[in-house]
């Protein structure tokens, strides 16, 4: 039983990792996607 509760933790970390890196990889995209907007936005003001 013991070893059982070891192995699904592990489990929950692996998992927990995964979902950490997936939320920075969106926040990431999501950091590009406003930049590239922002940029956009800027074009027409330039003199």
Do not use: G, H
Request: hydrophobic residues 45%.
């Amino acid at each position: 039983m013991i070893i059982y509760a070891k192995q699904a933790r592990i489990i929950l970390r692996k998992k927990n990792l995964l979902s950490l890196a997936q939320e920075f990889m969106d926040v990431r995209i999501q950091c590009i996607f406003y930049a590239d907007s922002f940029s956009y936005l800027e074009e027409p003001m330039r003199p």
